[in-house]
Nanobody
Framework: QVQLVESGGGLVQAGGSLRLSCAAS????????MGWFRQAPGKEREFVAV???????AYADSVKGRFTISRDNAKYTVILQMNSLKPEDTAVYYC??????????????WGQGTQVTVSS
C-alpha cells in the first residue's frame, strides 16, 4: 500500500517562499518518478514539476526559475521549494508517484494535498 503525505502548505504573502515536502512509504521510492501538481478552485489539475527516477527534472513554464524540485531517495522524500510566490500560485498542491510524466493521468498514487494560499 503506497502512501504519500504532503506537508508544508500555508498562507504566505506575494514574494514569499514555502517548502512543500512529500513523504512516501510502501514502495521502492527510487524506481519511480515523483511529480508535483496543483489544482485551483474551478480549474483542472495541472502539472507543476517532476523529477524522474534518474534525476531529470521538468517544470511548468509558469514556475520555471521560481520553483525547485528535489528528492532524497534514502529518506523517501520529495521537496518542492517555492520562491517568489504569486497570488496565481494559490492552489491545492499534490505530490504523485508514477511514470515521471507531466501528465497527471500517468500517475498511480497521489497524496491528499496541501493548501497553498498566496495573498497579494
Amino acid at each position: 500500500q503506497v502512501q504519500l503525505v504532503e506537508s508544508g502548505g500555508g498562507l504566505v504573502q506575494a514574494g514569499g517562499s514555502l517548502r512543500l515536502s512529500c513523504a512516501a512509504s510502501g514502495r521502492t521510492f527510487g524506481y519511480y518518478g515523483m511529480g508535483w501538481f496543483r489544482q485551483a478552485p474551478g480549474k483542472e489539475r495541472e502539472f507543476v514539476a517532476v523529477m524522474t527516477w534518474s534525476g531529470s527534472t521538468a517544470y511548468a513554464d509558469s514556475v520555471k526559475g521560481r520553483f525547485t524540485i528535489s528528492r532524497d531517495n534514502a529518506k523517501y522524500t520529495v521537496i518542492l521549494q517555492m520562491n517568489s510566490l504569486k497570488p496565481e500560485d494559490t492552489a491545492v498542491y499534490y505530490c504523485a508517484m508514477g511514470s515521471g510524466s507531466t501528465r497527471p493521468t500517468l500517475y498511480e498514487h497521489w497524496g491528499q494535498g496541501t493548501q497553498v494560499t498566496v495573498s497579494s
